[in-house]
C-alpha cells in the first residue's frame, strides 16, 4: 500500500484546511485508517482514526469538535478536515493504513505510512 498525503500548507488562528491521503496498491475498503501529526521536538502523536466502513471513528480529545475524518472508498482516499485550527497544531501530518479492517490508536498498529504533509498554523 503506498499513501500519498497532501493539502497542507500555511494557514492563519481560525482557519480551516481539509487534507487528503490519495491510496494506491492495496485494497483500501478493507484498511482501519488514521492520522498522526509530530511537530519540532516531539514523538509522533495519534490524531484520528476511522474504520472500513466508516461507522466508528475517534479522535484525540483536543481536536475533537474541530476535526472530522472520513473516507471515500470508491475513490480511495482519506480526508481530514480541520476547523478553527491553533498554533499548537502545528505540525507535519501522516495519514496511515493497517492491514486490519478497524481502527487503531497506536502508530505501532499501522503498517504503511505516506510522506507527511506540513500544517503551519501562524498567531
Known amino acids: 500500500v503506498q499513501l500519498q498525503a497532501f493539502g497542507g500548507g500555511l494557514v492563519q488562528v481560525g482557519g480551516s484546511l481539509r487534507l487528503s491521503c490519495a491510496a494506491s496498491?492495496?485494497?483500501?475498503?478493507?484498511?482501519?485508517m488514521g492520522w498522526f501529526r509530530q511537530a519540532p521536538g516531539k514523538e509522533r502523536e495519534f490524531v484520528s482514526t476511522?474504520?472500513?466502513?466508516?461507522?466508528?471513528?475517534y479522535y484525540t480529545d483536543s481536536v475533537k469538535g474541530r476535526f472530522t475524518i472520513s473516507r471515500d472508498n470508491a475513490e480511495n482516499t482519506l480526508y481530514l478536515q480541520m476547523n478553527s485550527l491553533k498554533p499548537e497544531d502545528t505540525a507535519v501530518y501522516y495519514c496511515?493504513?493497517?492491514?486490519?479492517?478497524?481502527?487503531?490508536?497506536?502508530?505501532?498498529?499501522?503498517?504503511?505510512w505516506g510522506q507527511g504533509t506540513q500544517v503551519t498554523v501562524s498567531s
Open positions: 496498491g492495496g485494497t483500501f475498503s478493507r484498511n482501519g
Open positions: 496511515a493504513a493497517r492491514d486490519s479492517m478497524f481502527y487503531g490508536v497506536y502508530p505501532s498498529q499501522y503498517q504503511y
Open positions: 476511522i474504520n472500513w466502513d466508516s461507522a466508528y471513528t
